[in-house]
């Protein structure tokens, strides 16, 4: 699968996130004091706390649109860095025409990174463009950003076919000296495994084009356990195995958001938030980062 070069993405997005990006909120255990090892002795590993959480374009379970009901959800997860899935930029009416992604980093006072699965022209009467996908919470500095490609089954087209399209998104934050790539995803949602199984190995093609700690989160829409999603499992571990069942949201029977990390990443604890602001629970993860400081 062709995608466009590193540099010219960077440049491309460049002006959009620095626009997004919103001053940080308080300190959090990703985000304090960085104090160089003495000499001979290795770097402590940095502590980072991460999350993933479908919000249902800000709906909740009783599928009513209430974006401050989705922002003090995220709020009380108190991660430093967090993928959202579902998220609505002038989408419609189901959402009020809101720029979610914008709305949810100025409220929580975070950095932000919106990466479109779809970018419709403008809904009757309105000048913005219609856009849906995913989107990168951080509260830590933010040195890139991309949408990558990966083969989708389009939802807005009769007669779909799998194709490459935009929705992967991959954010490069530093945390304590050391960058860590975190990627949001959002897997197809239909019974047919297969195209799950091409996205799979388009995403790992992706992180092997990086290097240090990797963090790959995201809604799977299927279980760790399943088939199509082996692959993933060698380069990557599953970070909350025991964490519980996400969906649906009032009585979950699947774990289908997950975060997954690569060697570099060891996990110190996790958790499902029992939480009703979405279809979903969101999913936290407390790691700790090894090696590849800037």
Known sequence: MTRPSRTSARR?????????????????????????PAPGHPAPPVPLRVATY???????????????????AIRDLD????????????????????????????RLRMHVFFAPVYDLPPAAGHTQRQRFGVAVLSRLPVVGAENHEITRLSTQSPDPVPAPAPGFAEVTVRARGTLVHVYATHLDYRPDPSVRRTQVDDMLNVLAEDHGPKILVGDFNAEPGAPEL??????????????????????????IDVIAVSPEVAVSGARTADTAASDHRPVVADVLLRGHAS
């Open 54 to 72: 479908n919000i249902h374009a800000g709906a909740g379970e009783d599928d009513v649109f209430d974006l401050d009901r989705t922002a003090r």
């Open 79 to 106: 991660a430093d860095v967090i993928g959202l899935q579902e998220v609505d930029v002038h989408w419609g009416e189901r959402s009020g025409f809101t720029d979610e992604a914008r709305e949810l980093a100025r």
């Open 12 to 36: 491309i997005l460049a002006a959009a996130l620095c626009a997004a990006a919103l001053t940080l909120g308080a300190a959090s255990p990703g985000v304090a004091a960085h104090r160089s």
């Open 230 to 255: 082996a692959k993933l499992w060698g380069p990557l571990s599953d970070a909350a195995p025991d964490a519980g069942d996400t969906y649906p949201v009032l009585a979950p029977v699947k774990r």
